[in-house]
């Protein structure tokens, strides 16, 4: 996974939501793989499939033209360093520099709020009927509780 800067190096935040599978599949959406997005709100993604090699091309295009983008080269460049090497990874890594350039993420530590928070996914209701549960008998905080140990 690569993380996009600018030219004055600062990261840039994305929040475009788009998946490019292997030049046959295009999805462009809203929706965000967690429990709240895909039970709870109105999502709209639309995916496009190449059935043919027109179709291939075009999804190939879109892909080196966000990756030339985020690194601030034409698209032909890129196309043809990833046709050249076999591979987007090698490609980028042979293109990316300073400034403008995607840079590979890198996984932080977790504060003790942010554990907490996946931990406990307080934040990812399983359906709408989790949104409005009154915190007392669960809610939102429902894994929190609980359940008393049987005794034998």
Not at 26 to 44: K, P, Q, T, V
Not at 63 to 76: C, M, N, Q, S, V
Not at 88 to 101: D, F
Request: one cysteine or more.
């Amino acid at each position: 996974m690569y993380y996009p800067f600018t030219a004055g190096g600062e990261p840039i935040y994305v929040h475009a939501k788009v998946l490019i599978i292997d030049d046959a599949s295009l999805r462009i959406g809203s929706a965000n793989m967690n429990n709240r997005s895909l039970g709870l709100d109105s999502e709209c993604d639309l995916v496009v499939e190449a059935h043919g090699e027109a179709e291939a091309t075009t999804i190939r295009a879109i892909r080196d033209g966000l990756i030339a983008e985020h690194l601030g080269l034409p698209r032909e460049q890129v196309a043809n360093e990833i046709d050249e090497r076999g591979s987007i990874i090698e490609a980028i890594e042979c293109l990316r520099g300073k400034g403008k350039t995607l840079r590979p993420f890198e996984i932080t530590d977790l504060t003790e709020v942010e554990k907490w928070l996946a931990d406990n996914e307080v934040l990812d209701p399983e359906g709408p009927s989790g949104m409005f549960e009154p915190t007392s008998g669960g809610g939102l905080l429902r894994r929190l509780r609980r359940t008393p140990a049987v005794k034998h």
